[in-house]
């Protein structure tokens, strides 16, 4: 019956977000899971800094669609220029 229901999986709301096989920001996510670890998950300003390093890092390698920094709820540098 139901058993199988609850483990339905969903595909990603924005695109595509293949596997970084070549672990081309494996050092970016690393450090941003290790600030995550440091401020027990809280929305801390620094890690945002890093998530938006290793976010960055995966739009330039083609590993997820390029989007807005306001979408990812990341704070965009540019508009102080």
Do not use: I
């Amino acid at each position: 019956g139901n058993f199988n229901r609850r483990f339905k999986t969903f595909p990603p709301e924005r695109g595509s977000f293949p596997l970084d096989h070549d672990g081309e920001c494996t050092d970016q996510m690393q450090k941003y899971l290790k600030c995550l670890q440091l401020v027990k998950g809280n929305n801390a300003p620094n890690c945002r800094l890093l998530a938006k390093s290793y976010l960055g890092c995966r739009m330039d390698n083609k590993l997820m669609d390029s989007t807005s920094w306001d979408l990812l709820g990341l704070p965009d540098d540019d508009k102080n220029k």
